[in-house]
């Protein structure tokens, strides 16, 4: 097992595919990511779902469940020496995920959820709570609370943008302060899920806007995050999920490599 993973000692990158896929193409991302991580100076943290639990369509791909999910996020671990994140959806499956991972995650329209919060919480893992579209960068405090109360003392707050109208996301930069002032935690940059478009895709699939991607990066490097979550593939287009808003894997290294030059930048500027 690695050494438990610490949200302190920014920067971090938390990036994988959306959902647990093929053991080619999940370890294809994890060496990338690894090279890359290296290169830029970053931790990193292979993520992967076994289950998306909360697809906009009933047909549409979860992954492979909790048993056959952990298994392939084993053999990623043993191939790269990578730490790993996954989500849960239930308080049932925290033990078992902390079992294998070193950061449970938290949805976004689950970071309310009670016995969720305080299930991860109480594994002594890191927790990583992803601030519901919905809410207000104060109103995360509450759910950081929750998980510190159960014992866990890494927990983090990821920012994934806040729903302003129908079927799009905002990011407003000024919240990354607000939350941290609140939280007293690190802050997390969701670049993909920010661009996505539930719901306005053929068929009623989740859209996005991947081109917006690298500016919001930028700015959210500006901002001075802790932490970067980019979700990448190989080959986007047929990805399992969100195959709109996942960033080009040949494409990755240009993008950090620009993220970290302005994160590094703004760090050594003086303070207005």
Known sequence: MNTPWSFSGSPFLLAGPCVVEADDTMLRIAETLARLGAKHGLRVCFKASFDKANRARGDSPRGPGMDEGLEALVRVRK????????????????????????????????SRQTDLLVAAGATGKAVNVKKGQWMQPEAMAGAVAKVRSAGSTEVAVTE????FGYGDLVVDFRGFGRMRAATHAPIIFDATHSVQQPGQAAGGASGGLREHIPTL??????????????????????ALSDAATQWPLDKLDALLGRTMAIWHAAREAPHV
């Not at 994934?160 to 729903?163: A, D, H, I, Q």
């Open 160 to 163: 994934r943008g806040t729903f």
């Open 79 to 110: 191939a790269t020496g990578l730490s790993l994140l996954t989500d849960i959806h239930e308080a049932s499956q925290a033990c078992a995920a902390a079992d294998v991972v070193d950061i449970l995650q938290i949805p976004a329209f689950l």
């Open 217 to 238: 990066l930028a700015a959210a490097a500006a901002a001075g995050v802790d932490g970067f979550f980019i979700e990448t593939h190989p080959d986007p287009s047929n």
